[in-house]
């Protein structure tokens, strides 16, 4: 089976430095079902070609020196006994191809060049083709796989039998693949969809798959139309298994919201890359925090632990508590922040407690400051007087810090209609003004002062994406410098 990759970058032999496989010479690798060899047909300045050839062995592919990995798992096994050696494994890209580009490209696949560092950062002209890829489902899954990850797809259908074109079209596709997009990315959407697109995979798979997909397919999985399908393609069809890669992509989704950070038009070819909206609204909320001097910080809602992650790294923070309704994304956030290998005095620092916003609870009294970063808009309107009263009025911290989606910016996202909500999950989305109503009254209620300010550019029409408040009590922010600057606050919002 073969797959080129080739670029027009120049100089485009700079290929080979990302790949870390020199364009004058043959390279080969063992596999456990036969032997992989990667030559390049073409090495010049305005144009490199990598060929990545895959010679299978069926004896070994059906058990003999490949062991139990060689036994094949798939939808719909064929039950022909010759089947195990005389096949389309030799020929037809498959799991087989995508397993050889993990072991071959490895430290491609990570992005990491220690020769063109920043080479690997950059999108850089690429062509792919495939020109035997067995295609359960024909090219227009082809092209619903990869065009939403900025590849133009070129997916023909190769016949039974060139010379009767009555017999129709084979299961088999020619596949071209051409786009701007990172090396890195290229070679993870490959390592996850050849699999899926076949459908069948070449050892048994097991949970562990779940984490190989999920560390693939960071970045783009998560939001992409036909994630079910490829969660479940690329998992063969296991459901339990299925089910929790859904699950942990759903969280993956929830703490990475909302989607598209840059507002259509904004950003030019050439122009410097901004940082993500998410990640400048947790500057934001780590800014607020230290300027309150909270010590002793609560993570309401905290998800899979985005926030808590930049909050442990931070020494100033003696005491940090993430509490969620999900134990999953508790796992998660345990997970993330690696506890189990953490030293035990930078252990003893973080606690994870299962807990619901709209329910009191003692555990959470007594601390400096609390966050709700993206959080309320998740929460049943009716539900809200609860949540205010567990937080604002039982918990009480001297400092909260909220964030929440300005509903006059969706406009801005290309996709996002009128009525419609930047996350599934939201129950409501605000305006400024309706915001800074919120804000106005819980501060009254709970003798809360509080500021607003936005998070992101602000749209001169339609303010910034995010908008946040910070709330001091009253018996620890009553200077006039902290209610005049109040007072701008809400009155720029509104």
């Known amino acids: 089976?073969?797959?080129?990759?080739?670029?027009?970058?120049?100089?485009?032999?700079?290929?080979?430095?990302?790949?870390?496989?020199?364009?004058?010479?043959?390279?080969?690798?063992?596999?456990?079902?036969?032997?992989?060899?990667?030559?390049?047909?073409?090495?010049?300045?305005?144009?490199?070609?990598?060929?990545?050839?895959?010679?299978?062995?069926?004896?070994?592919?059906?058990?003999?020196?490949?062991?139990?990995?060689?036994?094949?798992?798939?939808?719909?096994?064929?039950?022909?006994?010759?089947?195990?050696?005389?096949?389309?494994?030799?020929?037809?890209?498959?799991?087989?191809?995508?397993?050889?580009?993990?072991?071959?490209?490895?430290?491609?696949?990570?992005?990491?060049?220690?020769?063109?560092?920043?080479?690997?950062?950059?999108?850089?002209?690429?062509?792919?083709?495939?020109?035997?890829?067995?295609?359960?489902?024909?090219?227009?899954?082809?092209?619903?796989?990869?065009?939403?990850?900025?590849?133009?797809?070129?997916?023909?259908?190769?016949?039974?039998?060139?010379?009767?074109?009555?017999?129709?079209?084979?299961?088999?596709?020619?596949?071209?693949?051409?786009?701007?997009?990172?090396?890195?990315?290229?070679?993870?959407?490959?390592?996850?969809?050849?699999?899926?697109?076949?459908?069948?995979?070449?050892?048994?798979?097991?949970?562990?798959?779940?984490?190989?997909?999920?560390?693939?397919?960071?970045?783009?999985?998560?939001?992409?139309?036909?994630?079910?399908?490829?969660?479940?393609?690329?998992?063969?069809?296991?459901?339990?298994?299925?089910?929790?890669?859904?699950?942990?992509?759903?969280?993956?989704?929830?703490?990475?919201?909302?989607?598209?950070?840059?507002?259509?038009?904004?950003?030019?070819?050439?122009?410097?890359?901004?940082?993500?909206?998410?990640?400048?609204?947790?500057?934001?909320?780590?800014?607020?925090?230290?300027a309150s001097g909270a010590t002793r910080v609560l993570d309401l809602g905290c998800g899979p632990g985005a926030l808590l992650s930049a909050l442990v790294g931070d020494r100033r923070y003696t005491e940090i508590v993430g509490t969620d309704v999900s134990t999953q994304a508790l796992t998660l956030a345990a997970r993330r922040l690696r506890l189990d290998r953490l030293p035990e005095r930078q252990r003893d620092r973080i606690r994870l407690w299962q807990s619901a916003l709209t329910y009191r609870d003692d555990r959470l009294r007594g601390y400096d400051a609390a966050v709700l970063m993206e959080v309320i808009e998740h929460v049943d309107p009716p539900r809200l007087p609860a949540l205010e009263d567990a937080v604002f009025g039982h918990a009480r911290p001297a400092t909260v810090v909220v964030t929440t989606p300005n509903a006059e910016h969706n406009v801005r996202y290309e996709g996002l209609g009128a009525g419609r909500f930047r996350h599934a999950d939201h129950r409501f989305e605000w305006t400024r003004a309706e915001f800074a109503a919120w804000v106005d009254r819980v501060a009254a209620a709970y003798g809360y002062t509080a500021s607003i300010r936005g998070v992101g550019d602000d749209d001169p029409e339609v303010g910034p994406p995010t908008q946040l408040a910070m709330f001091r009590t009253v018996a620890t922010g009553t200077t006039v410098e902290t209610d005049t600057a109040a007072a701008a606050g809400l009155a720029e919002a509104r």
């Open 1 to 290: 089976m073969l797959l080129t990759l080739t670029t027009t970058h120049r100089p485009a032999t700079d290929l080979g430095y990302l790949l870390v496989k020199h364009p004058d010479r043959v390279h080969s690798f063992e596999l456990p079902v036969g032997a992989a060899h990667v030559v390049y047909p073409e090495a010049d300045e305005r144009r490199c070609t990598a060929a990545l050839l895959v010679d299978v062995d069926p004896l070994r592919l059906a058990g003999g020196r490949g062991g139990g990995r060689g036994r094949s798992q798939s939808a719909a096994p064929d039950t022909f006994t010759l089947s195990q050696y005389v096949n389309d494994r030799p020929y037809a890209a498959s799991s087989l191809l995508s397993s050889a580009l993990a072991k071959v490209f490895r430290s491609a696949l990570r992005g990491e060049s220690r020769d063109r560092p920043e080479l690997a950062a950059a999108p850089i002209p690429l062509q792919v083709r495939v020109p035997v890829l067995r295609c359960r489902g024909g090219s227009d899954l082809a092209s619903r796989v990869f065009a939403p990850l900025g590849w133009a797809v070129t997916a023909v259908p190769i016949p039974l039998d060139e010379t009767h074109p009555g017999w129709g079209d084979s299961r088999y596709v020619d596949l071209t693949l051409t786009g701007t997009l990172r090396l890195a990315d290229a070679l993870n959407h490959l390592y996850v969809l050849l699999p899926v697109l076949d459908d069948a995979k070449h050892y048994w798979v097991a949970p562990d798959e779940i984490d190989k997909l999920l560390r693939a397919g960071a970045g783009w999985l998560s939001d992409h139309p036909e994630r079910a399908t490829i969660t479940r393609r690329y998992l063969a069809h296991q459901r339990a298994l299925a089910g929790e890669a859904m699950a942990r992509l759903a969280e993956q989704q929830l703490a990475e919201e909302p989607p598209p950070d840059s507002v259509a038009g904004e950003e030019h070819a050439g122009a410097p890359r901004q940082p993500s909206l998410a990640l400048r609204r947790r500057e934001a909320v780590l800014a607020a925090l230290e």
